[in-house]
């Protein structure tokens, strides 16, 4: 099949994802979107990718707020990003932690917070800027730091010695003054919408 068409399909149901997961979700092909939506974030073409990220993007943040159980590839999906070659897909691979984040208004569960943790600060060491500001943006998100460091402590106490240096390394660094900063409007991860 073509690569446009495939990504035609993907933008559709990363949008479907968007507006309507509850039904999506709530039927017999819960596996089949789930793994429809993986292999769109993990195909041959940049595009695709980015579609099939979102749409993994929307369900993680359905899980969440529903309670449900987060599914572990869809967590490892997103890990996979900052090890991409495309900027495009490391820096959406962010803004989609950061949407996850603000999808509720409690912090995430510890598990899904320390699989995010290194992928985050190893974005804040890219050489590229917007990949490096989009990191640490969903760090202080995801830590929820411009309210309080409860998150950060539970964070820090989860994490294995080496990350937790370098998170407290990142986080004297940049993420104290970023933190200190106005929160900006809420990240909307779909390119779809025409201002």
């Known amino acids: ?22 039904r999506l979700m709530a039927t017999e092909w819960n596996q089949r979107v789930i793994d429809a939506t993986l292999i769109n974030a993990s195909a041959d073409r940049v ?7 979102r ?7 359905h899980q969440v ?17 900052m090890k991409h070659d495309s900027n495009d897909m490391k820096q959406l691979g962010a803004q989609v932690v950061s949407y996850i984040a603000q999808s509720v208004p409690r912090p995430l569960d510890i598990a899904i917070i320390r699989s995010f943790v290194p992928m985050l600060v190893n974005g804040t060491k890219e ?23 409860s998150t950060l402590q539970m964070t820090l106490n989860a994490l294995e010695s080496g990350m937790k240096d370098v998170l407290n390394e990142v986080l004297s660094k940049t993420l104290r003054k970023m933190a200190s900063l106005p929160e900006s409007s809420p990240d909307d991860i779909d390119d779809t919408i025409l201002v």
Request: hydrophobic fraction near 40%.
């Open 1 to 22: 099949m073509e690569w446009t068409v495939r990504h035609g399909r993907s933008v559709a149901l990363s949008i479907a994802l968007k507006d309507a997961t509850e």
């Open 47 to 53: 595009p695709i990718c980015l579609s099939g990220l």
């Open 55 to 61: 749409g993994v993007g929307y369900l993680i943040s």
């Open 65 to 81: 707020a529903s309670g449900e159980p987060v599914t572990p590839s869809l967590v490892t999906a997103v890990i996979k990003t």
């Open 127 to 149: 050489k590229n800027t917007i990949v490096k500001t989009s990191s640490e943006s969903a760090l202080v998100t995801l830590l929820r730091l411009r309210t309080d460091d």
